[in-house]
T-cell receptor, first 117, second 118 residues
Framework: GNSVTQMEGPVTLSEEAFLTINCTYTATGYPSLFWYVQYPGEGLQLLLKATKADDKGSNKGFEATYRKETTSFHLEKGSVQVSDSAVYFCALSETANYGGATNKLIFGTGTLLAVQP | NAGVTQTPKFQVLKTGQSMTLQCAQDMNHEYMSWYRQDPGMGLRLIHYSVGAGITDQGEVPNGYNVSRSTTEDFPLRLLSAAPSQTSVYFC?????????????????FGSGTRLTVV
């Protein structure tokens, strides 16, 4: 079945450090890939997405490239801030039997990022 | 502001009590779903709906009921609360995925309901 595997956290970084959160997936077809962010006490917000191979999603200094050859969608940011402290979820869209995406998203377990001043 | 509204934000129940978690969206989304979030387990799908009058089970449906009488509302009912249902519950919605279309728009989430069953 489809699945998403994220690196275990917590990830603890100093401000202005480089961030990578690994995400790999197993899926049939051509899923869309997403990163969601959850700030403390809040719901999940879409951070970025990519809908086909080699697409790069970007937002707020974060980037992730859809790599079909390595089935990966790693999240990166060049210089993290304290305000980036949150839980980050990688997700993919499930594939329908008749082709195309379904409405179902499969989520990873989340990675807690803690940025220290 | 447009979006997904969940109520209440916090709730404490005694074992055996019943309650309804409310979810409403004003984006005319056909698809709505309920997830629970537990430490170390990410998000698990409870129930979902592809339109008014149509619901289906997700990964962890036991102990929960849903109905969808309107496009806007998708309440989640706990029939007889148990401590194992202590969790944070999220409602999410999206436009319906068209057959054969690979591009997915993703979800809009509500801010969650933190439920404690004692």
């Amino acid at each position: 079945g489809n699945s998403v595997t994220q690196m275990e956290g917590p990830v603890t970084l100093s401000e202005e450090a480089f961030l990578t959160i690994n995400c790999t997936y197993t899926a049939t077809g051509y899923p869309s890939l997403f990163w969601y962010v959850q700030y403390p006490g809040e719901g999940l917000q879409l951070l970025l997405k990519a809908t086909k191979a080699d697409d790069k999603g970007s937002n707020k200094g974060f980037e992730a490239t859809y790599r079909k050859e390595t089935t990966s969608f790693h999240l990166e940011k060049g210089s993290v801030q304290v305000s980036d402290s949150a839980v980050y979820f990688c997700a993919l869209s499930e594939t329908a039997n008749y082709g195309g995406a379904t409405n179902k998203l499969i989520f990873g377990t989340g990675t807690l990022l803690a940025v220290q001043p | 502001n447009a979006g997904v509204t969940q109520t209440p934000k916090f709730q404490v129940l005694k074992t055996g009590q019943s309650m309804t978690l409310q979810c409403a969206q004003d984006m005319n989304h056909e698809y709505m779903s309920w997830y629970r979030q537990d430490p170390g387990m990410g998000l698990r799908l409870i129930h979902y709906s592809v339109g008014a009058g149509i619901t289906d089970q997700g990964e962890v449906p036991n102990g929960y009921n849903v109905s969808r009488s309107t496009t806007e509302d998708f309440p989640l009912r706990l029939l007889s609360a148990a401590p194992s249902q202590t969790s944070v519950y999220f409602c999410a919605s999206s436009s319906i995925q068209l057959p054969g279309v690979w591009r997915s728009s993703g979800y809009t989430f509500g801010s969650g309901t933190r439920l404690t069953v004692v």
